[in-house]
C-alpha cells in the first residue's frame, strides 16, 4: 500500500516529466530546436506572433510563475506589455541562444522546486489568491504546452519543421 508521501512523490515526477517531456505533445526544447536565426523573427501572415516573440514570451512567463512561487514580494511585469516583447527586439543569435538557455534552466529550478517541496505541493502559500505549488505547476505546464503547439504551427508555416 502506497502512504500519502509515495502518492506525492508520484505526482511530482509526473509534473516533472510533464513539465521536462511534454508526454501527449512535442517538447518545448524539440519545438526550438535547429531553428534557423533568419527565421525567429518572421511573422507569418495571418499570425500574430513570431517564434522568437512566443519563446520569449514563454520565458517570462516561466521566470514570473517561479518568482512568485519563491518570493512572496515578487511583483510581476505588466499585463500585457511585460510578457510579449516587440518582434524587433531580437537582436543577435546570443539572445536567442540566452533565451533557451533560461527557459531550460528557470524549468529545472521550477522541477528542484517540486521535488523539495514534497507534500507542501499541496498548501497554498501565504500570499496570492489561494495558488499552490501544485497549481502553479499546472499553470506553468499549460501555458508551456499551448505556446509550444503555436511554435510547431509557426515553424510549418514556416517550412521550417520536420
Known sequence: MKTENDKTSVVIQQLADLLNKGN???SLDDALKDIPFEMLAKTP????????QLAEHIRIAQWDILEFCVSSNHISPKW????????DSLKDEDQWQNCIHQIQS???????????????IYTAFDYGQGQSLLKEALVLADH????TAEIVIVRRILNIWR
Open 24 to 26: 501527449a505533445h512535442v
Open 45 to 52: 501572415v495571418g499570425l500574430p506572433y513570431s517564434i522568437w
Open 80 to 87: 500585457p506589455e511585460g510578457y510579449w516583447p516587440q518582434n
Open 106 to 120: 528557470d524549468r529545472k529550478k521550477f522541477v528542484q522546486l517540486l521535488h523539495n517541496a514534497g507534500d507542501a
Open 144 to 147: 508551456n504546452s499551448y505556446h
